[in-house]
């Protein structure tokens, strides 16, 4: 997206002021809106919109062949895409590179073990194992796509239900076996645990902003993407822009997008099963 110098410059002036063009702090979201089991047909599903922002995600999961070096861990995999009528703007980067940024993005905060235990997905070992399809679509884009995606993509995970698996011990010389029950009364949530989400920190002149509008993402020189779990923990660090970053500073940065994460995830939770619904600052 093409702004002028003149618009940079204001964007800039006004996040050294903490004050922004749309009347937030420097740190301060949008509303968050989150609205889980919104495609019945699918395993799991959400959609997550933070001001103009809206994503879709739906999961599906199949029984596979168990992965892992030892054959006892399940798969979690990502694609992501932009809809063509997502309001896309941007004359340096085809949509096929920032497709592949943000599902790049994504896989590698929610296919690792620290968003979820793996062997879980597991039922038979070196044979048997849930893989979970994961596809994200951007409907709409203003700013800060990459942690709505990582909102809905965390809810729709942790609202995912799958049908009943017993497994079946076979006797001595026999193999075990799995029996699917898909009376949709018997179906159980597929994952346990703690997945992190990600929170953006852009830099506006001198200034780290959370939560950038498409302007302020435009302005930006440099882009920190912390992945943050419940706990506060950083899970992980993307950093995008032709910006240099000043070292001094920078853990109170990492401090404010953790604090931030506990936040949003805690308001997520409360939005796991309700329908939509706008809850705490993000209201």
Not at 92 to 114: C, D, W
Not at 144 to 151: E, G, I, Q, T
Not at 246 to 273: H, N, P, S
């Amino acid at each position: 997206m093409r702004i002028s110098c003149t618009e940079v410059d204001y964007i800039a002036l006004g996040a050294s002021s903490d004050f922004r063009a749309d009347g937030r702090q420097a740190f301060e979201f949008r509303d968050v809106v989150v609205e889980s089991h919104v495609v019945p047909s699918v395993s799991g599903s959400c959609r997550a919109q933070v001001g103009g922002t809206d994503v879709l995600v739906y999961v599906k999961a199949e029984l596979d062949e168990a992965q892992g070096k030892t054959g006892t861990e399940g798969v979690i995999t990502i694609t992501a895409h932009y809809s063509s009528v997502a309001g896309l703007d941007n004359e340096i980067r085809t949509s096929n590179i920032l497709n592949a940024e943000l599902q790049e993005s994504l896989n590698r905060l929610f296919s690792e073990k620290h968003a979820a235990n793996l062997e879980r997905l597991c039922l038979l070992e070196g044979r048997v194992a849930w893989t979970v399809l994961v596809d994200v679509t951007v409907l709409k884009v203003d700013g800060n796509v990459l942690d709505v995606a990582s909102f809905a993509v965390r809810n729709a995970l942790l609202t995912t239900l799958v049908p009943y698996v017993d497994v079946i011990r076979g006797e001595e010389g026999e193999v075990d076996e799995i029996e699917v029950d898909d009376e949709p009364a018997s179906r159980r949530l597929l994952l346990e645990g703690d997945p992190p989400v990600y929170i953006s920190l852009y830099l506006l002149g001198s200034k780290w902003i959370l939560d950038a509008s498409q302007d302020e993402e435009a302005s930006m020189t440099s882009k920190l993407s912390v992945g943050v779990n419940s706990r506060g923990k950083v899970c992980g660090v993307i950093k995008a822009g032709e910006g240099a970053l000043e070292w001094d500073g920078l853990g109170d940065t990492l401090k404010t997008a953790t604090r931030m994460g506990v936040k949003i995830i805690e308001g997520l939770r409360k939005l796991q099963f309700p329908r939509a619904e706008t809850v705490g600052f993000f209201a």
